[in-house]
Nanobody, 122 residues
Framework: QVQLVESGGGLVQAGGSLRLSCAASGLTFGSVSTGWFRQAPGKDRDFVAVIRRSGNTLYADSVRGRFTISRDNAENTVYLQLNSLKPDDSAVYYC????????????????WGQGTQVTVSS
């Protein structure tokens, strides 16, 4: 059974940083693509970033240059480094895994974590 568990969320002031982690059991991150999505209250779930099986990465325009996705195969963990945070970045952040083609739409993913809350105060 595949399980994804996010951690690292919290409350931070604008301009601050957080590092989110996504740990997996029953799945090897090196054999799939892993994405991060986020959902703010009353809004759709939006793509944030993906690291493909090949190691290639893709970012949403709104986070490019501020967020960095990475993967540690030895730890079987995917990270999302969030820098220069803005209040608009406040949301529940989800990691997802699957054999995606591009990785920027949630329907491409097979497995999802429960999410971790990020709140950025102004």
């Amino acid at each position: 059974q595949v399980q994804l568990v996010e951690s690292g969320g919290g409350l931070v002031q604008a301009g601050g940083s957080l590092r989110l982690s996504c740990a997996a059991s029953g799945l090897t991150f090196g054999s799939v693509s892993t994405g991060w999505f986020r959902q703010a209250p009353g809004k759709d779930r939006d793509f944030v970033a993906v690291i493909r099986r090949s190691g290639n990465t893709l970012y949403a325009d709104s986070v490019r240059g501020r967020f960095t996705i990475s993967r540690d195969n030895a730890e079987n963990t995917v990270y999302l480094q969030l820098n220069s945070l803005k209040p608009d970045d406040s949301a529940v952040y989800y990691c997802a895994a699957g054999t995606v083609i591009i990785g920027h739409t949630d329907r491409e993913y097979d497995y999802w974590g429960q999410g971790t809350q990020v709140t950025v105060s102004s």
